[in-house]
């Protein structure tokens, strides 16, 4: 962001309209590599259950089905955008963005590289937690909106089990947090580097922040709404939930917002717990900078893209919860662990002198 | 500066969205627009007070106080027949006089205040966590007392509510 100001500014344009020129541009760039990632995701995903049920998935458009998610986005801008006569027509038509919106603003303060984050800012762990806090009230008023039973019923459902969540799951994040001392996720993941290698990672730091990454990733896929905690849209119940009566594009944001949520709950594993652009023998090894930049941005991309596929994988292999068991897991079973958790790692912190346990070891 | 003028704009976009939150006769467009008048705060609270403050307005307020609004209305699923009629006019002349004099008063309170340079006021994380655990500690485990007191009161109520 503010190299593109100031290249904007060398080229002659007041600092002014170069922000407002730099910011549009960037938003564009991620947008592009946003729909372009949830594009392949739901083509790898339908893949994914495809392999696991022992089918073949898609397989017509491109070769081996390469090109399906083309096939479906185009399909999706095509079909007939419908609202029901019944529904709230305002609300019915905002509800979409907020999810979109909120799970699309996170991507602009992701740690890609080495000192460089899209927009660079000092809270930048906080403000993600913020701003996909927006998808709540979207799918709430979605769920209220449609005036449909089914919807209202996916609607309340998800406004539970989110707030529900997002405890466990903040509580969780605060762990890395508590021992890098900072919510810039850029130090976060410097942090992380130097001798040691993958030991350096905040999972291995120390026991407590091993169980809080697992803490994390279970809360985080309930707030995604996926299986195993996919009440929300339970089809066999609800039919699809909040969003029953929603078609085309408006249904596509949901979905859309549903595969970003996923990336950014990995990404920010990956950046909080193993190491983001971290690798060993990166550092030694590759002397030239632009070179490093790009393996360091390959590194992160592929450790989000691996956990990724690790939630498709939950996906397809466990059954959902029950309500009252969705509702018993998050407060009397994962929030007093990770209380539990936050306090020893503080312990730890203060006892050793914020050393892990690689440093403990070797001196 | 580009900044100030986004500040007004987030200003003017909050007093018209708490108008609107107030005006409106459905309580789900009050919430929605009390939710943008959050949004709005958030942003000027960024800009102008510190981004950590803005972040926590929006996760608490906009996150979750929002949801809860929302879910309280929806469980209560208002239609236009439940609101009953709307106000009489003697109520609505009075209420305008109340408004007039809240302004007038808050314009005579803040005419003289000129608000502190932007840059002066960023505030960081750690700056508010030392301010909450070493200059104000007592205020603040007050305060969570008080706010446990409230819990574990509303539990009991709700308990009786039942039993009954």
């Known amino acids: 962001m503010d190299q593109l100001t100031k290249l904007f500014y060398s080229l002659g344009l007041s600092p002014y309209y170069g922000i407002f020129v730099a910011a549009f541009l960037l938003a564009v760039i991620i947008l592009a590599f946003a729909l372009l990632y949830e594009g392949v995701a739901t083509y790898v995903e339908r893949k994914v259950a495809?392999?696991?049920?022992?089918?073949?998935?898609?397989?017509?458009?491109?070769?081996?089905?390469?090109?399906?998610?083309?096939?479906?986005?185009?399909?999706l801008f095509l079909k007939e955008d419908f609202i029901p006569a019944q529904a709230d027509k305002?609300?019915?038509r905002i509800a979409p963005y907020f999810v979109f919106v909120g799970s699309f603003l996170p991507f602009a303060a992701l740690p890609l590289w080495d000192r460089f984050v899209p927009v660079?800012?000092?809270?930048?762990?906080?403000?993600?937690?913020?701003?996909?806090?927006?998808?709540?009230?979207?799918?709430?008023?979605?769920?209220w909106g449609s005036n449909n039973k089914w919807a209202l019923l996916g609607g309340m459902r998800s406004a539970a089990q989110l707030i529900s969540y997002e405890v466990p799951n903040a509580v969780a994040l605060l762990i890395p947090v508590l021992i890098a001392g900072t919510l810039n996720l850029d130090e976060i993941v410097r942090a992380q580097g130097g001798g040691g290698g993958i030991l350096r990672w905040f999972i291995f730091h120390d026991p407590f922040s091993f169980m809080a990454f697992f803490i994390f990733f279970t809360a985080g896929l309930a707030e995604c709404n996926r299986t195993p905690f996919d009440l929300?849209?339970?089809?066999?119940?609800?039919?699809?939930?909040?969003?029953?009566?929603?078609?085309?594009?408006?249904?596509?944001?949901?979905?859309?917002?549903?595969?970003?949520?996923?990336?950014?709950?990995?990404?920010?594993?990956s950046a909080a717990f193993l190491g983001g652009w971290q690798l060993p023998l990166i550092d030694p090894l590759v002397k030239i900078g632009w070179l490093k930049a790009v393996l360091q941005l390959g590194i992160f991309l592929t450790k989000t893209?691996?956990?990724?596929?690790?939630?498709?994988?939950?996906?397809?292999?466990f059954p959902r919860l029950r309500v009252d068991q969705l509702m018993e897991l998050s407060w009397k079973r994962?929030?007093?662990?990770?209380?539990?958790?936050?306090?020893?790692?503080a312990l730890w912190t203060v006892v050793f002198h914020g050393k892990g346990i690689y440093d403990l070891i070797v001196g | 500066m580009i900044?100030?003028?986004?500040?007004?704009?987030?200003?003017?976009?909050?007093?018209?969205?708490?108008?609107?939150?107030?005006?409106?006769?459905?309580?789900?467009?009050?919430?929605?627009?009390?939710?943008?008048?959050?949004?709005?705060?958030?942003?000027?609270?960024?800009?102008?007070?510190s981004p950590f403050v803005g972040a926590v307005q929006i996760i608490v307020y906009a996150g979750a106080i929002l949801v809860l609004f929302v879910l309280a209305i929806m469980i209560l699923n208002l239609r236009d027949e439940d609101l009953g009629p709307s106000r009489r006019t003697v109520v609505k002349f009075f209420a305008v006089i109340a408004a007039i004099g809240v302004v007038w008063l808050i314009i005579t309170i803040t005419a003289g205040f000129v608000p502190p340079g932007r840059e002066a006021g960023t505030i960081s994380a750690a700056q508010v966590g030392r301010a909450l655990l070493e200059a104000h500690v007592v205020a603040f485990e007050v305060i969570s007392v008080l706010l446990i007191t409230a819990v574990v009161g509303a539990v009991v109520l709700a308990k009786k509510r039942m039993e009954v």
């Open chain 1, 50 to 75: 495809g392999d696991i049920q022992s089918r073949i998935g898609p397989n017509r458009v491109g070769p081996y089905g390469t090109l399906q998610w083309l096939a479906d986005g185009v399909k």
């Open chain 1, 90 to 92: 305002l609300i019915f």
């Open chain 1, 120 to 143: 660079p800012m000092n809270i930048g762990l906080l403000y993600i937690i913020a701003v996909t806090a927006m998808v709540t009230p979207g799918i709430v008023l979605a769920g």
């Open chain 1, 232 to 269: 929300p849209e339970a089809e066999s119940e609800l039919v699809a939930g909040y969003s029953v009566e929603y078609s085309a594009i408006r249904y596509a944001f949901f979905y859309m917002g549903e595969y970003g949520d996923m990336f950014i709950i990995s990404a920010m594993a």
């Open chain 1, 305 to 317: 893209l691996l956990l990724v596929l690790v939630m498709m994988w939950i996906r397809w292999t």
């Open chain 1, 334 to 345: 994962l929030l007093p662990i990770a209380l539990f958790l936050l306090m020893g790692a």
């Open chain 2, 3 to 49: 900044v100030e003028w986004v500040i007004r704009a987030l200003g003017i976009i909050a007093v018209l969205s708490a108008l609107v939150a107030i005006t409106r006769r459905n309580p789900i467009y009050s919430a929605v627009f009390l939710g943008l008048n959050f949004l709005c705060l958030g942003g000027i609270f960024t800009f102008y007070v």
